[in-house]
């Protein structure tokens, strides 16, 4: 008998593939290649052109260390131990961790910001990112906070007129336990109240009438 745990098959095929990868990198043929060609003084990312230890200051002003790894282009390297761990620079190349990271999702470096000594990802198929776009076409950034401020102004005169709609509905309702949201206060799940003002008093069982009503 089980326990009834259902896991997903192509779940497990994964698990166990990423602990097979993780066995790989903690190989001494991994780590004989990592001090080969990738931790090195001339090796850099191919994408931002850091160096491996290269201190960094993050976007939150979080200085790191760059770390330089091995990137897998080609999926049929991942198909054995040994193709895996045997350098071929036709299909693999050197980056740093969080390029191999992005690299992974279809994202590059912003040219742009890498010369400004910042980091910011864009689609492979992108030149720049929204922020140096913008840099250089004020009058569409000048549009677009325009624009955000008319809708934020259009959402906010919306929700103070439902606001008043609800605060007049606990007004009119003669049940001092009806709050502003409809919900009763007596409901231990917030249940809304479904009473009438008209029919609350005869209709529901936990009525209490307002003082002064």
């Known amino acids: 008998m089980t326990d009834g745990h259902v896991t997903c098959p192509q779940t497990r095929r994964v698990a166990t593939r990423r ?63 040994e193709l895996y761990l045997t350098w071929d620079p036709r299909y693999m190349e050197i980056t740093c961790l969080s390029c191999n990271r992005q690299y992974e999702r279809g994202k590059k470096p912003c040219p742009e910001c890498l010369k400004k000594g910042r980091m910011t990802y864009i689609l492979d198929r992108d030149q720049e990112c929204w922020s140096c776009y913008y ?56 249940t809304r109240c479904t009473f009438a003002p008209t029919k609350a008093a005869k209709q529901c069982g936990d009525f209490v009438a307002k003082v002064g009503k």
């Not at 080969?36 to 191919?46: I, S």
């Not at 160096?51 to 790191?64: A, D, F, I, L, Y």
């Not at 401020?149 to 007129?161: L, P, S």
């Open 19 to 81: 602990k097979m990868q993780d066995k790989w990198r903690r190989s001494p043929l991994w780590k004989a290649m990592l001090a080969e060609h990738a931790h090195t003084p001339e090796a850099v990312c191919v994408y931002c052109g850091r160096h491996h230890n290269q201190p960094w200051t993050n976007s939150k002003g979080v200085e790191k260390v760059v770390r330089l790894t091995i990137n897998h282009t080609s999926r049929h390297l991942y198909a054995s131990e």
């Open 135 to 190: 840099e250089k076409h004020p009058e569409e950034k000048r549009i677009r906070d325009e624009s955000r401020e008319r809708f934020g102004q259009t959402v906010k005169d919306y929700n103070a007129v439902q606001a008043k709609k609800r605060r007049d509905a606990k007004v009119k309702h003669p049940c001092r336990y009806r709050m502003v949201s409809g919900r009763c206060q007596l409901s231990k799940i917030g």
